[in-house]
């Protein structure tokens, strides 16, 4: 949480006394109760179907797997920043936690983006290489993926500790807010937020949408109009972090030109528009299990609280069938015209003179049988016509 928790002590009752709380506090606490209510359980929820109720676990389920495990770690700090709203007197919990649970929330962010660009490679590469695809599909490698990723959203976040603090919000109060902190530097301010939209939006999006722009282009032009569970998984999870994040990402520019362009208007339409959106993007980290619950209803009535395994479960078998018609396809068409090489054998043993043709994997005796024995079936079958 960001502004949102930054305006909510403005006003400190003494200690007898309720607080006072802005309406800004109130929003922020229903979203932050109604976050950690469904969102926390429901994401433990998603790790124990993954565990105890997925036998053979595809490689979208286990990112799935690691997106929930992300996304119950930032909901820990929902608590935290509960009291801060509701107690109306600061942070009280000391600097530390402060810059500890805004980096934990840029982790999250980070973790969550580049899990879902792993999740549109891994489709891209089953629907354009399947063969690939098929190699590089192995615990070694995806686990290698899985820490790279970990690595690199830990490392990206660690502007966020370095610009926020623990400050007292006057000399005559003990009183301190978990602020932003840029020690009055335009070029701090700038670097943040450029770096954040940049590496949390811009370079992942694009992959994405390359990926995906890919992928339909090529079922498109293979007429192949099947949508399986784990396409629709991974577009729900898109869409929903999209619709999350990208107002933030949004005000972050709103700030940036207004910083840079010195407008005190801009500037102070972006300040008014952080708390909402910073809340909103928080929620983000709740909304998957709900998804996931949509996604998978078809399984509920048959499957009751395993239906999340079957969910999973369809994504293995649907990226094993994309694989299967990618490969069929391609020998389809393979088969559909023969080319000059197998027609010159076909006349060849209709001669009773041996060819040799280009590819030397006909050379194998194996291989000739095959292509002998499909080419007589042939003939016999051209001759009972004539």
């Given at each position: 949480?960001?502004?949102?928790?930054?305006?909510?002590?403005?006003?400190?009752?003494?200690?007898?006394?309720?607080?006072?709380?802005?309406?800004?506090?109130?929003?922020?606490?229903?979203?932050?109760?109604?976050?950690?209510?469904?969102?926390?359980?429901?994401?433990?929820?998603?790790?124990?179907?993954?565990?105890?109720?997925?036998?053979?676990?595809?490689?979208?389920?286990?990112?799935?797997?690691?997106?929930?495990?992300?996304?119950?770690?930032?909901?820990?700090?929902?608590?935290?920043?509960?009291?801060?709203?509701?107690?109306?007197?600061?942070?009280?919990?000391?600097?530390?936690?402060?810059?500890?649970?805004?980096?934990?929330?840029?982790?999250?962010?980070?973790?969550?983006?580049?899990?879902?660009?792993?999740?549109?490679?891994?489709?891209?590469?089953?629907?354009?290489?399947?063969?690939?695809?098929?190699?590089?599909?192995?615990?070694?490698?995806?686990?290698?993926?899985?820490?790279?990723?970990?690595?690199?959203?830990?490392?990206?976040?660690?502007?966020?500790?370095?610009?926020?603090?623990?400050?007292?919000?006057?000399?005559?109060?003990?009183?301190?807010?978990?602020?932003?902190?840029?020690?009055?530097?335009?070029?701090?301010?700038?670097?943040?937020?450029?770096?954040?939209?940049?590496?949390?939006?811009?370079?992942?999006?694009?992959?994405?949408?390359?990926?995906?722009?890919?992928?339909?282009?090529?079922?498109?032009?293979?007429?192949?109009?099947?949508?399986?569970?784990?396409?629709?998984?991974?577009?729900?999870?898109?869409?929903?972090?999209?619709?999350?994040?990208?107002?933030?990402?949004?005000?972050?520019?709103?700030?940036?030109?207004?910083?840079?362009?010195?407008?005190?208007?801009?500037?102070?339409?972006?300040?008014?528009?952080?708390?909402?959106?910073?809340?909103?993007?928080?929620?983000?980290?709740?909304?998957?299990?709900?998804?996931?619950?949509?996604?998978?209803?078809?399984?509920?009535?048959?499957?009751?609280?395993?239906?999340?395994?079957?969910?999973?479960?369809?994504?293995?078998?649907?990226?094993?069938?994309?694989?299967?018609?990618?490969?069929?396809?391609?020998?389809?068409?393979?088969?559909?015209?023969?080319?000059?090489?197998?027609?010159?054998?076909?006349?060849?043993?209709?001669?009773?003179?041996?060819?040799?043709?280009?590819?030397?994997?006909?050379?194998?005796?194996?291989?000739?049988?095959?292509?002998?024995?499909?080419?007589?079936?042939?003939?016999?079958?051209?001759?009972q016509l004539e």
């Open positions: 949480m960001e502004s949102v928790l930054n305006n909510t002590t403005a006003s400190t009752q003494p200690a007898s006394s309720a607080p006072f709380l802005p309406v800004s506090a109130k929003i922020g606490i229903a979203i932050l109760t109604l976050a950690f209510v469904l969102g926390f359980p429901g994401n433990l929820f998603v790790v124990w179907s993954v565990f105890c109720r997925v036998k053979k676990r595809s490689v979208t389920c286990l990112l799935v797997l690691n997106l929930a495990v992300a996304d119950a770690f930032v909901l820990l700090s929902a608590p935290l920043f509960l009291r801060y709203l509701a107690g109306g007197r600061g942070w009280e919990f000391g600097s530390a936690a402060c810059k500890l649970v805004h980096y934990l929330s840029n982790v999250n962010m980070y973790v969550s983006i580049y899990l879902i660009c792993l999740m549109s490679m891994d489709r891209w590469l089953a629907v354009t290489r399947p063969f690939l695809s098929q190699r590089m599909r192995t615990k070694r490698s995806l686990l290698g993926l899985l820490l790279l990723i970990w690595v690199l959203s830990f490392i990206l976040a660690l502007p966020m500790p370095f610009y926020r603090s623990n400050l007292k919000k006057g000399q005559n109060t003990t009183v301190s807010d978990c602020i932003p902190y840029h020690w009055g530097s335009v070029g701090h301010k700038v670097f943040q937020y450029v770096f954040e939209t940049t590496m949390g939006c811009l370079v992942p999006f694009t992959l994405i949408n390359t990926c995906y722009s890919s992928v339909i282009c090529r079922l498109q032009s293979a007429k192949f109009q099947r949508r399986g569970q784990g396409s629709r998984l991974i577009l729900i999870i898109i869409c929903a972090f999209a619709a999350f994040w990208l107002p933030y990402h949004i005000v972050n520019v709103i700030e940036v030109v207004g910083l840079l362009q010195n407008s005190d208007s801009v500037l102070a339409a972006a300040r008014t528009a952080r708390p909402n959106v910073t809340a909103f993007a928080y929620f983000s980290s709740a909304v998957n299990p709900i998804l996931y619950v949509f996604a998978g209803s078809s399984h509920i009535r048959q499957a009751g609280l395993s239906f999340m395994g079957k969910l999973f479960e369809a994504t293995n078998s649907e990226s094993r069938t994309t694989s299967t018609f990618t490969r069929s396809s391609r020998s389809s068409r393979s088969n559909s015209s023969p080319d000059e090489s197998s027609i010159l054998h076909t006349l060849s043993i209709k001669l009773g003179k041996p060819f040799k043709g280009k590819n030397k994997d006909r050379s194998s005796s194996v291989a000739d049988r095959e292509v002998n024995q499909a080419e007589l079936k042939t003939l016999a079958s051209v001759e």
